[in-house]
């Protein structure tokens, strides 16, 4: 009698480690929000990316192969956009990622020649975005809670231009020990414009950015309490492209 009681408590877990998973499937830009994968490379599995030294680490990949668009989408600069999160490409609001699964959100942009063809691998990324812990709550949750919605705003002191914009989300539940932070990350292929070009951000390398040691990816998050500090992942920003949340 117990051995089937083991089995189903077995698939139990495995299902809901599965509904943790979670992809930025869709952009929402000037008012417009464009069908799932318009623009953004997508994969079909909604995996998490654990070795921050991969490639895959800049806009996704093995094992979530992502699927190329010849899609570019517009964005105003000075506006706000909203990185649209599923658990899958079919997904409703109602299914983002598992609520259990807590970290930090943040957004990266990168300046190209060609957003459709541009890896994202190596330098030139610089954050626009980031959200943390803040009185016992993760970013992630601020996320769930808005539908899947992650606002992001696009600077107004930056160049015209094709970029990349990698929007992430990270769940701590097996941080405790080295890689176990789990990584979603997609790359949504836009072009800015109204940018007044004054601010030349610094840039970072992707991979690089992260090590599996920094205190934001090897943590405990269930020995924090609500007035515990975190350090989020990722080097700082310039003033005018500074937006916590």
């Not at 809901?16 to 799932?36: E, N, R, Y």
């Not at 943040?106 to 063809?117: E, G, H, N, Q, R």
């Not at 330098?123 to 970013?139: C, V």
């Not at 405990?220 to 500090?229: E, F, G, L």
Request: proline share 7%; aromatic share 8%.
């Amino acid at each position: 009698m117990k051995f089937p009681f083991v089995q189903f408590t077995v698939a139990a877990v495995s299902v809901s480690l599965a509904s943790a998973h979670t992809i930025f499937v869709q952009l929402t830009a000037d008012g417009k929000t464009h069908p799932v994968s318009h623009g953004i490379r997508t994969p079909s599995y909604d995996g998490p990316q654990t070795n921050v030294m991969s490639n895959n680490m800049a806009c996704n990949g093995p094992p979530n192969p992502t699927m190329p668009s010849d899609k570019i989408i517009s964005v105003t600069a000075g506006t706000n956009v909203s990185a649209v999160w599923r658990h899958t490409l079919q997904s409703g609001p109602n299914e983002v990622m598992d609520a259990g699964h807590k970290g930090p959100v943040m957004a990266y942009l990168k300046k190209v020649t060609s957003a459709k063809t541009d890896s994202g691998v190596g330098d030139g990324w610089f954050k626009i975005q980031e959200g943390g812990y803040s009185n016992g709550k993760w970013a992630t949750n601020t996320v769930i809670d808005n539908k899947g919605n992650q606002v992001i705003h696009i600077p107004k002191c930056i160049a015209d231009g094709q970029y990349l914009l990698r929007a992430e989300m990270v769940a701590l539940h097996g941080a405790r020990s080295n890689g176990g932070a789990q990584l979603y990350m997609e790359c949504a292929q836009i072009e800015i414009t109204g940018g007044t070009g004054s601010v030349k951000p610094k840039t970072y390398s992707i991979p690089g950015v992260y090590k599996s040691n920094d205190p934001g990816l090897l943590i405990d998050i269930y020995s924090m309490k609500p007035t515990s500090k975190y350090v989020i992942p990722g080097e700082n920003f310039a003033s005018c492209l500074c937006v916590h949340n």
